[in-house]
Nanobody, 117 residues
Framework: QVQLVESGGGLVQAGGSLRLSCAYS????????MGWFRQAPGKEREFVAE????????VYADSVKGRFTISRDNAKNTAYLQMNSLRPEDTAIYYC??????????WGQGTQVTVSS
């Protein structure tokens, strides 16, 4: 069973930056599209960004375009989410997930990001 482990969350002031990491447990990492999602208290989980297997294609939610950057290092089996110009509304639990085709099938346990105003 593949495991995804997020890290890098924390408390940051508005305008600050954080870099999240997602470690993937198997060597099949480079076959998978990787995505980041988030869930704020009382809200449904929402898509943040995704990156295809070789990093050649990325997609972002409108709310994070120009502020967040998704990337991956296939040699390290790790995906990243660089978050700049953070806002209080970015406060959420951030999850990484993987998919080969269709829906996301494997999920991490999440990492908390809190942005203070």
């Amino acid at each position: 069973q593949v495991q995804l482990v997020e890290s890098g969350g924390g408390l940051v002031q508005a305008g600050g930056s954080l870099r999240l990491s997602c470690a993937y447990s198997e060597r099949t990492f480079n076959f998978y599209t990787m995505g980041w999602f988030r869930q704020a208290p009382g809200k449904e989980r929402e898509f943040v960004a995704e990156i295809n297997w070789n990093g050649g294609n990325t997609v972002y939610a409108d709310s994070v375009k120009g502020r967040f950057t998704i990337s991956r290092d296939n040699a390290k089996n790790t995906a990243y989410l660089q978050m700049n110009s953070l806002r209080p509304e970015d406060t959420a639990i951030y999850y990484c997930a993987s998919r080969r085709f269709g829906e996301y099938t494997n999920w991490g346990q999440g990492t908390q990001v809190t942005v203070s105003s």
